[in-house]
């Protein structure tokens, strides 16, 4: 069974600084990772998908990359903002047959201090 | 507005009392998605559709029933089965099969029990 681990649980940094949250998985056998935001109370707004066949995606001031072989991906954060606060979950896609379905991580929650 | 739309924001459960959530989407979706989230962890799976009049079970569906008449509608209800209701209830949907299947999700219910 999937199972889906991110680590730290809770980050707190001051404003401008670089991060990194990781996010790590047990079966290789994914069709792709997810990265999404979650604000307080609301629902989730997705990031940045990377496909198994990948090994990085960007938009602005995020990077992930994805590792399959071990299993890893991280979350690059480039000069922090208050505005980034939220917190940050990792999703797998497994490769089978049918379904689409995700496995989630239990989330890092990021505070940016200004 | 094109969008998935949840209600309603809260609900209060009162002992015995089924109860069910409404999630609507106008994105021409063929996968829907019903996940829960308990305070300071990731989302688990409850129950999911990939075509109308078909639904499968998630990882924790005990206590929980769908339904699919309509491509646009997926209500959960919740069941005086569920022993633990109180959580933030959200909905998602995707193109279903293929890449990339990003999903897209509501806003969210909060459940509490009285």
């Known amino acids: 069974k999937q199972e889906v681990t991110q680590i730290p649980a809770a980050l707190s940094v001051p404003e401008g600084e670089n991060l990194v949250l990781n996010c790590s998985f047990t079966?290789?056998?994914?069709?792709?990772l997810q990265w999404f935001r979650q604000d307080p109370g609301k629902g989730l707004t997705s990031l940045l998908l990377?496909?198994?066949?990948?090994r990085e995606q960007t938009s602005g001031r995020l990077n992930a990359s994805l590792d399959k072989s071990s299993g890893r991906s991280t979350l690059y954060i480039a000069a922090s903002q208050p505005g980034d606060s939220a917190t940050y979950l990792c999703?797998?896609?497994?490769?089978?047959?049918?379904?689409?379905?995700?496995?989630f991580g239990e989330g890092t929650q990021l505070t940016v201090n200004p | 507005d094109g969008g998935i739309t949840q209600s309603p924001k809260y609900l209060f459960r009162k002992e015995g009392q089924n109860v069910t959530l409404s999630c609507e989407q106008n994105l021409n979706h063929d996968a829907m998605y019903w996940y829960r989230q308990d305070p300071g962890q990731g989302l688990r799976l409850i129950y999911y559709s990939q075509i109308v009049n078909d639904f499968q079970k998630g990882d924790i569906a005990e206590g929980y029933s769908v339904s699919r008449e309509k491509k646009e509608s997926f209500p959960l209800t919740v069941t005086s089965a569920q022993k633990n209701p109180t959580a933030f209830y959200l909905c998602?949907?995707?193109?279903?099969?293929?890449?990339?299947?990003?999903?897209?999700f509501g806003a969210g219910t909060r459940l509490s029990v009285l």
């Open positions: 079966d290789s056998a994914i069709y792709n």
């Open positions: 999703a797998v896609r497994p490769r089978e047959t049918s379904g689409s379905r995700l496995t």
């Open positions: 998602a949907s995707s193109t279903g099969q293929g890449q990339p299947n990003i999903q897209y």
């Open positions: 990377i496909q198994s066949s990948q």
